[in-house]
């Protein structure tokens, strides 16, 4: 069974570092795109961007280009969302998710169960 | 970026009610327009990708149809578990971006 666990909520100060994880199992990690979506509070999806743990290789939405880092550990089956210096605008929900057809940028079937993170001084 | 914008924002609708929801691209997309389904509080769920391929699983009162740019989510007859929100989104090109969102309520 495919199953994509996210690390728990987070309380952070603007200016702050954070780094979250999503641990993917059941499948092969290396094989599979993993997608991050963004649902600030009360408000729609926003796509986030791509990688591919195989290679590292990533697509950033323009929106998102150099406000976050995604990145992947091939050895522990976990992909992170990385910030340098949180904004109280990066409060939200943030979903990890995969398709289920490898190597493919195909619809996001298997979900994590979301990280909420609150940045406020 | 390709916009995507959904119609209506909201619906009231009854236990039994066949509803539709319109999801238009800013340039063509051909088929690749999935939906999801987002109960509130959990992770959103695929229904239909490919604009009109069921998900396993999902069931069959779901349909999606449409190409380029018009698309459309039909429930034939509404059940109490699908008063959720709903999202379209485009897969054509980067970003994957989504549409605002239906929110289905019960009237």
């Known amino acids: 069974e495919v199953q994509l666990v996210q690390s728990g909520a987070e309380v952070k100060k603007p200016g702050e570092s954070l780094n979250i994880s999503c641990k993917a199992s059941?499948?092969?990690?290396?094989?599979?795109?993993i997608g991050w979506v963004r649902q600030m509070p009360g408000k729609g999806l926003e796509w986030m961007g791509i990688?591919?743990?195989?290679?590292?290789?990533?697509r950033y939405s323009p929106s998102f280009q150099g406000q976050v880092t995604m990145s992947a550990d091939k050895s522990l089956s976990t992909a992170y969302l990385q910030w340098s210096s949180l904004k109280a605008s990066d409060t939200a929900i943030y979903y990890c998710?995969?398709?289920?057809?490898?190597?493919?940028?195909?619809?996001?079937?298997?979900w994590g169960q979301g990280t909420q993170v609150t940045v406020s001084s | 970026d390709i916009q995507m914008t959904q119609s209506p924002s909201s619906l009231s609708a009854s236990v039994g009610d066949r509803v539709t929801i319109t999801c238009r691209a800013s340039?063509?997309?051909?088929?690749?327009l999935n939906w999801y389904q987002q109960r509130p509080g959990k992770a959103p769920n695929l229904l239909i990708y490919?604009?009109?391929s069921l998900q396993r699983g999902v069931p069959s009162r779901f349909s999606g149809s449409g190409s380029g740019t018009d698309f459309t989510l039909t429930i034939s007859s509404l059940q109490p578990e699908d008063f959720a929100t709903y999202y379209c989104?485009?897969?054509?090109?980067?970003?994957?971006?989504f549409g605002g969102g239906t929110k289905v309520e019960i009237k």
């Open positions: 998710a995969t398709p289920d057809v490898p190597a493919t940028v195909g619809p996001l079937l298997h």
């Open positions: 059941g499948y092969f990690f290396t094989s599979y795109w």
């Open positions: 990688i591919y743990p195989g290679d590292s290789d990533t």
């Open positions: 340039q063509s997309i051909t088929y690749y």
């Open positions: 490919a604009a009109s």
């Open positions: 989104q485009q897969m054509y090109s980067s970003p994957h971006t």
